[in-house]
């Protein structure tokens, strides 16, 4: 009982200490957090070489066509991208409403609001592309007026304080984190209820071997995919949207939504997933810098 008490007290303490961390830089003026936002790309790069070798390679093998030069200038790029990620998404807890809906504008936002006006469910798929923890902010952009909850899947990070800082700052814009263990069966009670949601799910990481159920072809590469979101889609009779997300310039970015399904549960098995990797690879192949390479995404092979 007290070593309960103990660790819930170390808990508290250190996710005060690491939101007030967070608070303080994210109250930093933009042009201070882009030089403390290059001087982490440089030491990733160059002298900590933060997963470089894996990086170099998932960038070679997925664009063959691209010579030495090429990759090493793309891999340049993805490094100060991915400081620039860090930053931003501490920035995120900072940022009102007004600055967010300037730096993170949704294209095509009213076929999306039409679904939830008609009391739809809808699912939108993302990738771990541009600044993903920037899309936590699509609910000041949304028509809730049916009683629609937005949602977003996340894992539950290991450290606890971490993890409860993080969950402040993706919720703070209205937005509801479901763990992903229990999110098919808290979205498919919801349904049942009559409770409209809209519901954010990335899905383009490495599935564990129990759970690979379908491959496709992904970036030159014969891949495993999660086909969980599409299974809670389809139980839940959701529209299915893919968020093709751009950086329109440094510090701002944009999200198309692109319609891939009135009803996931009219679909094919696995159609609606093997559209939502044709389109974010289309994504990555036209600013290819801002997918998470440093991430081991090939490391199952069949």
């Known amino acids: 009982m ?9 808990i508290a303490v250190n996710s005060a200490m690491l939101s007030g961390l967070f ?17 982490i790309s440089w030491l990733a790069l160059n002298v900590v070489r933060y997963r470089t070798d894996v990086a170099r390679g998932n960038i070679s ?51 999306v609001n039409a679904d939830l006006r008609e009391g739809r469910n809808v699912s939108v798929f993302l990738g771990h ?16 007026s049916r009683g629609t909850e937005p949602c977003q899947i996340y894992h539950p990070l290991s450290n606890v304080a971490a993890d409860r800082v ?14 992903m263990s229990t999110s098919a069966k808290t979205l498919m009670e919801k349904s049942a209820r009559g409770v409209p949601t809209i519901t954010g799910y990335i899905a383009d990481q490495t599935p564990s071997w129990r759970a ?21 889609s389809r139980k839940i009779h959701a529209s299915a949207y893919y968020l093709d997300m ?27 997933t093997e559209r939502y990797f044709s389109l974010l690879e289309r994504s990555i192949r036209n600013q290819p810098a801002f997918w998470l390479w440093t991430h081991r995404r090939w490391k199952h092979k069949r």
Not at 23 to 39: D, E, Q
Not at 129 to 144: A, F, G, K, R
Not at 166 to 179: E, M, S, V, W, Y
């Open 212 to 232: 690979i159920h379908h491959w496709l072809p992904f970036l030159h590469h014969d891949t495993p995919v999660f086909t969980g979101a599409e299974k809670i």
């Open 129 to 144: 592309y541009c600044n993903w923890e920037w899309v936590s902010s699509m609910p000041l952009w949304l028509d809730l």
């Open 246 to 272: 751009r950086m329109a310039r440094r510090g701002e970015y944009v999200g198309k939504f692109v319609k891939i399904s009135d009803d996931v549960a009219g679909e094919e098995p696995n159609a609606v």
């Open 166 to 179: 993080f969950g402040n700052i993706r919720r703070r814009f209205g937005a509801t984190n479901l763990p």
């Open 61 to 111: 093998s997925s664009f063959p066509e691209m010579d030495a030069a090429k990759v090493d200038a793309v891999l340049r790029e993805y490094y100060r991208f991915l400081a620039d990620y860090f930053v931003e998404t501490v920035k995120l807890g900072a940022m009102k409403p007004d600055e967010m809906r300037r730096r993170m504008k949704f294209e095509n936002i009213e076929e």
């Open 23 to 39: 608070r303080g830089l994210g109250a930093l003026p933009w042009g201070v957090l882009r030089g403390v936002s290059s001087m």
């Open 2 to 10: 007290g070593r309960h008490i103990h660790n819930k007290y170390l």
